[in-house]
């Protein structure tokens, strides 16, 4: 089946397997391999984008339900917005960096949903994304001075 | 970033905007940079594993029939077409594909080559395994006690092994250190004693980056492979040993690592890729699920272990005995050090002054996923099983269990249970620090409150490796190209921070590559903490070289890895503050202080990176993390059952960095990657044991283990 998409601000066409993953079409079929695949449960959000600008696991998520939805990826979301990836990068919000790009997505769409979060509320929203290596305070960090506009 | 850091809670990130940042930082959190899932290799074909529903069966039969007439798929290939190879670390016991038997749930047993992952998952599904089921040897303590199946006919045969045909069928290694009859007399005649038993669950390493491989043999004869392995000039030699390989036709391309924590240091899936590419001529590409690393890789041994510890009437100690007795699982293959045990184990009660030690860890063959290492391996087993002795001990003194470990730890001239002696032992500086940063934390109406401390040191060694500096073609910089990979700890960044602090010049004049298994004569891998120490050594012996060069050509340095050095050690004490509700017996964490011992940190961020990763790795494996091995299974198959902490489930993270401390290299530094997930379970036990009088000997701690134990103390 066809379906259309508006991918990081363009429109594009593709040809999708009614039970394709998201994730899939993304990172085989457009090239986005940014959004990575951990856990394929919806557990780790390793593969958040944003549809409509709320944060789905594209593990979980049939492309096909991206029909004529606008959907967002770490490269798009970073590209247009400079103070997304700078927050990451200042506070060293990363080791492995295989988690990051989840992160980064699940930190804009807290940015547009909960303008002006607190410190409890920015670590309950990224408790959908898990890090093995750091502990989580830098990106936390990383989080807040995004949140915060610095 | 040189600092000297006495307290730094309310840390900031010092080194933003200051240019000493990661250099791989910018990469990482916009997407660009490509892991090995991410490759596109022209022409690649994908690979599944159709896995062994049984833990311990013959195979009667493999029926690939419909499986090789479904779509796109090339050819479905078990041990009868790739030949019998097995590969190892050290002993060579594991198929690549299973030959004739199965041994665990997981094991490869045929694997489906197609032109795409859907379909080559897809009739992976299809392919017929008829099984005649054996007797399962479920755990450790069922392979040793003298009714069980034997799990290989002979595993002293296999290249490489360490056991003999007297030590019985089913272990891997067994290894005894010390005086047995001086311990037992020892503690027979020590004014008190504790003998005590703990176990520990089997953990995944965590890593979410699942292990994959894409591995391409040309028409000539040369091999290439891109993989996330820690080790790839080892890797080269593993593959050449496993499939008859010329090691120099063998070239590993170089890749970061999505976490590592010791997971990703075996051969992993590349004999099973190259034999895949032999005989279909095409690159074949395997990445597993994150459900087959969980239930098929390496996870951590679960260990049980036997205490016995005696002192004097002064809490002066006078004696331990340590039995340990771990799950190797179905194969020794996983584990790399020259006796297949884990140090770990075998350094049980490092961090004292014990006159008489005696230790046994054997290591046994069972029919479940093999164990490997992960992050300081057999060190939190031992550390959980000997700090909770040590509380015990204080207990039965009537001594205060801080107290009991001042008086015991080792101090400057004192050689360690093994007889070493460090450059220098500050154990008594790093617990007073992590004491004077305890501030009891408010508990909830009718919980009870406890703190309890936990005490480890583990040495830094620099390690084998290798390092080429030329000049930049790009530009007036310098390339220093490294072997070894970046597995998120920041190992490239020190190399760049180092060189640019020798050298003289700006940060943004030195450029770090990683380059492939061809063009650097070698590297030990990541592995025990050495990385920081071994490549610092690498960058201040490129540095003076590159300075006296007169003829404009490469430097090329490299470290045999030899002891030669100063022998160092570093103290971790960590302090758990708890809460535990008498009504239920669920335990609340609030707190954990780490307090260090430390030379120079590099690099601020990345130095905390690791020990407050650690010390949350350390938190899950106390109180989260099982991977539910249970009738030769893992049950904990997925990231919802297997449990790792999320930012909302961790305590609050207080670290004391006591530094001033000696280092090795040039940038004076000491080791910080296994300090901190070593010490925290038994921290947390005790803490439990000062709330609640309960005494918690097995880990994860679960709330119905204390609420028991709550009762059984009345």
């Known amino acids: 089946m066809k379906i259309s998409l508006e991918l990081n601000g363009e429109h594009v066409h593709v040809d999708v397997e009614p039970d394709s993953l998201l994730i899939d079409v993304l990172r085989e079929q457009l090239g986005m391999t940014g959004t990575k695949e951990g856990c394929g449960v919806g557990v780790c959000g390793a593969c958040t984008v944003l549809v409509e600008g709320s944060p789905v696991s594209s593990c979980l998520y049939l492309a096909a339900m991206a029909h004529e939805r606008e959907v967002w990826t770490v490269e798009g979301l970073t590209a247009t917005d400079p103070d997304l990836a700078d927050a990451f990068v200042r506070c060293e919000g990363m080791q492995c960096g295989i988690c990051t790009p989840g992160q980064v997505v699940a930190a804009a769409a807290l940015r547009r949903q909960r303008p002006g979060a607190g410190d409890e509320e920015i670590r309950q929203w990224m408790s959908g994304n898990l890090c093995r290596c750091t502990g989580y305070g830098t990106i936390l960090e990383a989080v807040k001075r995004y949140v915060d506009g610095d | 970033m040189m600092t000297g850091i006495q307290e730094d809670k309310g840390r900031r990130v010092v080194s933003a905007g200051s240019g000493a ?63 019998t190879p097995r590969f190892g670390r050290r002993v060579i016991d594991s198929p690549v594909l299973a030959i004739g038997k199965v041994r665990y749930v997981g094991e490869p047993v045929a694997a489906v080559v197609a032109d ?77 004693m504790v003998d005590s038993l703990y176990t520990t669950a089997a953990g995944h390493q965590g890593y979410l980056e699942p292990q994959g491989c894409v591995a391409q043999v ?93 002192a004097d009437e002064d809490g002066r100690l006078v004696a331990l005995r340590f039995d340990s007795l771990a799950d190797g ?54 550390t959980f099983a000997v700090e909770s002795a040590m509380d015990e001990l204080a207990a039965r003194l009537g001594m205060d269990p801080v107290e009991l470990r001042r008086r015991n730890v080792l101090r400057d001239g004192d050689p360690n249970p093994d007889g070493i002696v460090w450059a220098e032992a500050r154990g008594r500086q790093v617990i007073d620090a992590a004491l004077g940063a305890l501030k009891p934390k408010p508990v909830p109406p009718g919980w009870l409150y406890g703190w309890g401390l936990s005490l480890y040191d583990r040495a830094t060694a620099p390690g084998q490796t290798s390092l080429r500096l030329r000049d930049d073609s790009r530009g007036a910089g310098v390339v220093a190209e490294v072997p070894i990979p970046e597995t998120g700890t920041g190992n490239h960044t020190v190399v760049r921070e180092g060189l640019a602090r020798l050298l003289g010049v700006d940060r943004s004049e030195v450029r770090v590559v990683h380059v492939s298994t061809s063009d650097l004569p070698g590297d030990a891998g990541v592995g025990g903490s050495r990385v920081t120490a071994s490549l610092s050594e690498a960058v201040e012996r490129a540095a003076a070289a590159w300075r ?47 307090a260090l011992d430390v030379a120079d940190v590099v690099n601020e961020a990345a130095h905390r990176m690791q020990v407050d990763g650690g010390a949350a790795m350390g938190f899950g494996f106390a109180v989260l993390e099982d991977l539910r091995i249970e009738d030769g299974q893992v049950w904990a198959g997925n990231l919802g059952d297997f449990r790792m902490p999320t930012a909302h489930d961790l305590p609050e993270l207080t670290t004391v960095l006591v530094p001033g401390g000696k280092g090795v290299g040039v940038l004076n530094v000491k080791q910080i990657g296994e300090l901190t997930n070593v010490p925290t379970a038994a921290a947390i036990a005790n803490a439990v044991a000062a709330a609640a009088g309960a005494r918690i000997r097995s880990v994860p701690l679960t709330a119905e283990a204390v609420l028991s134990a709550m009762e059984a103390s009345g």
Not at chain 2, 148 to 165: E, N, T
Request: aromatic share 4%; with cysteine; proline share 8%.
């Open chain 2, 21 to 83: 940042g990661r250099l791989d930082a910018r990469d990482k959190a916009t997407g660009i940079t490509r892991y090995v899932a991410d490759l596109s290799v022209p022409g690649a074909l994908h690979v599944a594993v159709v896995r062994s529903p049984v833990p311990h069966a013959e195979i009667v039969s493999v029926d690939a029939g419909l499986a090789g007439r479904s779509p796109g798929v090339v050819g479905v290939f078990t041990a009868a077409d790739i030949g």
């Open chain 2, 116 to 192: 795409t992952r859907r379909h080559a998952e897809e009739a992976a599904a299809l392919v017929e395994v008829d099984y005649r089921e054996l007797p399962v040897v479920a755990s450790a303590e069922e392979a040793v006690g003298g009714r069980a199946a034997a799990v290989h006919d002979s595993p002293w045969d296999y290249p490489g092994a360490v056991v003999s045909r007297d030590d019985g069928p089913n272990l891997q290694s067994v290894v005894r250190l010390g005086d047995e009859a001086a311990t037992e007399d020892a503690l027979a005649s020590a004014a008190v």
């Open chain 2, 218 to 310: 040309e028409p000539d004869g040369r091999v290439e492979v891109w993989i996330n392995n820690k080790s790839p000039y080892r890797l080269v030699t593993q593959l050449a040993t496993s499939l008859s390989l010329d090691p120099k036709r063998i070239v590993v391309h170089p890749l970061p690592i999505g976490g590592d924590f010791g997971g990703k240091g075996s051969p992993m899936a590349a004999p099973l890729c190259v034999s895949l590419s032999r005989l279909t001529g095409r690159p074949c590409r395997l990445v597993l699920r994150y459900s087959e690393d969980l239930t098929s890789t390496n996870p951590r041994h679960p260990t049980t272990m036997r205490v016995r510890i005696g």
């Open chain 2, 329 to 382: 699982g179905a194969y020794a293959a996983f584990k790399p050090t020259a006796s297949v045990n884990l140090h770990g184990l075998v350094e049980a009660g490092s961090p004292y002054r014990i006159p008489r030690r005696y230790i046994e860890s054997r290591i046994a063959y069972t029919t479940t996923v093999p164990k490997g290492h992960a992050r300081a391996p057999g060190a939190p087993q031992a």
């Open chain 2, 548 to 594: 006296s060069r007169t003829d404009g050509q490469p430097v090329v340095v490299t470290l045999d890895g030899a002891d030669g050095g100063t022998k160092v050690t570093s103290f971790s004490v960590q302090i758990a503050q708890v809460a535990v509700d008498p009504e239920t017996g669920q335990i609340r964490v609030l707190e954990i202080i780490s």
